[in-house]
Every structure is written in C-alpha cells, then in structure tokens.
C-alpha cells in the first residue's frame, strides 16, 4: 500500500523542558529508543538523518507525478514540497526514526497459501488485503507512536516538538526505511525487510535530537520478477514503477467512481485491496507472525460472503466495519466492488441479489450490478 491516505499527523505541543539530556551519547540515545520501541511492541526500529530524500527517489517521485500515475490521489501531489525537505515539517529535525509493525497474523502463510487471502480460491467470500483484517492500523500504531514519542521527549529533555506519521505522510517514508537499513524498496515498490519479509506498517518521527544513523540497505531483488508477472492488471509495467491506476488495491479503495470496465473481469474476487504482488515475494520467508496485532485481527471481515455484504443497508455495512479499514470506504464504493467480485464468479446464483442491487438508487452500485448480471449473462 504505497499510497494509503497520510495520517493526521501526532503534532505534540510545544515541550519547555529545561534539564538537559540525560540519554548519554548518540549511540547510547539509539539503543534506549530502539529498546523501547520494541517493548511497544513495534518489531524494528532504525535510524537516518533528517537529509532530504535522495534525489533519485525524489526525481522518481515526480516523474510518476507528472505521469497521472497516482491517478486521484491528489494529496499526494500536494504533499510534494514537505516530502523534498523534512525541515519542513520539522524546523531543526536532527534525525528520523523509522519503525516497522508487522502484520502477518498467525492464521496466514507467508506467501499466500493461508485461509481468505489469495482470491479465487473461495467461492462465495471477497478477498480482503491482509492488513485490511485487522482493527484499523492509524489507530493501533498511532497510540503506540504517541508513546514514543512522548518517551522520546522526555528522554531527550531538548526535544521541542515530534510529529509523527502512519504510511504516507509527506515524509518519503520509504526512502528513509531504505536509507535507515530497515529494509529495501522492491520492483513492487513496496518495503521489503530482510528480516520480516513485506508483511509491515512503516511509521517515522522526526526528531531534533541527534541520534547515530544505521547503515543503508540496498537493493536485493536480484534477478526475480515474480511480482510483475504475478500482478492481474499490469499495474507494474516496469520494475520499482507502480500505475496506481491499473493497481487493484488503489480501484477497489481510492478510487471514487466507476471501475474502468476493461479491469473489472481481471480483479476476480478482491473486494478490498490486493495482495497479489506481495504474496509471491521470496523475501517473505523471513516474515515473521505479528504478537503485536493478533489481538487485533477482525476474523468477521474476511468470513462474510459476497451475499452477506451486498445485502447490508448503511447502518448494517457502518456496524460491520466500524473500526475496521473498510469503514472508510464507504458502503457506495464497497458494494461497487461486491458487485464486481459477484460477477467475475459467472455464478447464476447471485443473480437475484444482483437484479435488486440493479435498482439501487446509488448509481455507482446499480451500474456496477448491472455489469455483472451482464458478465454472468455472457458466462
Ligand atoms: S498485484 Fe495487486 S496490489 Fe500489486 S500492483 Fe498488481 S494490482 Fe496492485
Ligand atoms: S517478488 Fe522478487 S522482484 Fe518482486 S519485490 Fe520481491 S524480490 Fe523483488
């Protein structure tokens, strides 16, 4: 999800703390923040200057920019001139620390073999990404953010202000996870870490302490191009380049309106991002199972069939996702993807459900049945 929407950033107060540091040398800073970045329960926590991102990263930035490739999502572009310069965000930003949560729940194989995530395979149930099955990732890492943060500042006593993000905040969080030694950007475009896999939430604070930066990563996809062929649409027409626009996870969330009608037959049964690309990633045999967010797992989501959700008023489709991902989504674009999934089935079964979804006073839910009673008709 290297798109996902930037997280109202943790902007704490102005602190006056006026005792100096009490957290020793650099090194010494690094090794009590890491430590308790993982008693928070996060799984990896690195560190960088606050330097700008390199430029290629940023030249590649703009190119997909200016290429329409990020299709609506137009905050992306908006966020440009913080994403050149941390010190925008963050005047005196001395240094980022970069952590990582991951997300593979006990239930799931690395690599995509585990129950409701690879599509397809279960007749009658959407597949949702898998970081969508979990209680909503802004609210389960931001808490534990603020902790740090507020450890950070206390700790440091010089600290006058943290601001933190989930995913994309107008930080280039990937080029600082890279520049961090937390992991590498693969032809996916995803983080991948050597030591658990692509299965993890990235999150940053800039800090103005200065703290002693890890060693870079580079890049170890060698040879392999699983990821590009194994994605249905296209969407990854050449290494480390994403077209959000084919991308399924973008057409089943971002995406406001009607679903080019040429991808629809290729989106099989995702309903709600997908996984696809990371699935096949041989990295992933280091992916470790998530203690941290287990107790979070929302197993309903992934256990509804396409008839449960299609059938969901408002009210119904509100309660099921309340704290979930999908909440923000919204039902009208949520069913538009039901409404998909059914068809690419070709089962007549659905037909009943979809003739009444057909008269739907949403138009973007009528029009999107009325294309699968079309794609079933055509079976
Ligand atoms: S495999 Fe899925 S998530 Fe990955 S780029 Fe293709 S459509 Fe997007
Ligand atoms: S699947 Fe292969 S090419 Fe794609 S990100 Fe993983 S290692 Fe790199």
Redesign the pocket.
Known sequence: MPWQQPFTNGTKGMTSMSSPSHAGSPTDLKKTIRDKALELGFSDCRFTTADPPEDGHLAALDQWLSDGSHGEMNWIARGRAKRRDPQLILPGAQSAIVLSLNYLHPSQSANGSGPGISPDRQHGQGVVARYAQYRDYHEVIGARLKDLSAFLDALTGVQSRSLWYVDTGPVLERSFAHRAGMGFV???T?L?SRTQG?WIFLAEILTKAVIEADIPEKN???S?????DACPTGALPK?FYLDARRCISYLTIEHRGSIPEELRPLMGQRIFGCDD?LE????NRFARQSRTLADFFRSDIQSRTLSDWLAMDDTGFRAATRGTPLFRTKRSRFLRNVCVAMGNTRDPGYLGALEKAARNEDDLISEHARWAISAIAGA
């Open positions: 693969g032809k996916h995803n991948i692509n170890r996809c060698g392999c191009r699983r990821c590009l290494p690309c096949v990633c041989p990295w």
